[in-house]
């Protein structure tokens, strides 16, 4: 069967104003991001990617934009199924505002339990994107072979309840899965199971030297906005 290639979307407006983003429209990357976007075909240089997948969101069809210039023979399919959580009411609002509901507690220690008001439940977010990849496994192994790669373009939470996922976590731990902003995280799947390769990759060491104000032990929802 496949591998997978799964890209965080780059930095955007919304990861440095400190919103969680959801899908209000208009979230555009920042100027890191749109670097960091700039920069993705020279990573994947070499790789023989099949098809490229992505969220709806301006900001993974501006993330997987450059690559599809450099590589004019592939076309982006969207598949809303990658799209973001959808988070109802608390699209669009601060984190540091969010920090103190209720729910968040919830969404931290039990996220298989948590469903956002006037959106979905984390659970049927993981569900969702799951069931689009295993049809996307199909599909590519179809056209292009079992020893196929393609690329999905997609966001924080998506990716990492995937990778809980290929790993056979329960979504109560995937808030211990970190991918940042542009990272890339490989999964090889075959009959039997699937095998993770790489995981959170940005070819930047940056994030993990000391901070001057500590992180919490929260895991950032949404996926956090990587390096300062």
Not at 151 to 178: E, P, T
Request: proline content about 7%.
């Amino acid at each position: 069967m496949p591998t997978l290639i799964l890209v965080r979307h780059g930095r955007s407006t919304a990861n440095t104003a400190g919103l969680l983003a959801g899908w209000t429209p208009g979230v555009a990357l920042d100027e890191r991001g749109t670097a960091q976007a700039a920069a993705l075909p020279g990573r994947l240089d070499g790789l023989p990617v099949a098809e490229v997948v992505t969220s709806p969101l301006q900001r993974c069809r501006e993330t997987v934009q450059p690559l599809l210039a450099a590589r004019p023979e592939l076309t982006a399919h969207t598949d809303e199924r990658i799209g973001e959580c959808h988070y109802g009411d608390w699209s669009g609002r601060k984190l540091a505002e969010l920090k103190d509901e209720p729910l968040m507690e919830v969404v931290q220690a039990h996220p298989s339990a948590a469903a956002f008001p006037g959106g979905e439940s984390m659970r049927a977010m993981q569900t969702r994107a799951a069931e689009a990849v295993r049809e996307w496994n199909a599909r590519v192994e179809r056209d292009h072979g079992a020893d196929a790669v393609y690329l999905m373009c997609s966001h924080g939470d998506i990716i990492k309840s995937l990778v809980a996922d290929a790993l056979g976590l329960h979504l109560d731990l995937f808030q211990r899965i970190s991918v940042e902003p542009c990272s890339v995280t490989a999964i090889r799947y075959t009959r039997l199971r699937p095998f993770l390769v790489r995981l959170g990759d940005t070819g930047d060491f940056a994030s993990l030297a000391p901070r001057e104000e500590p992180e919490g032990g929260d895991a950032p929802v949404g996926g956090g906005a990587g390096a300062p």
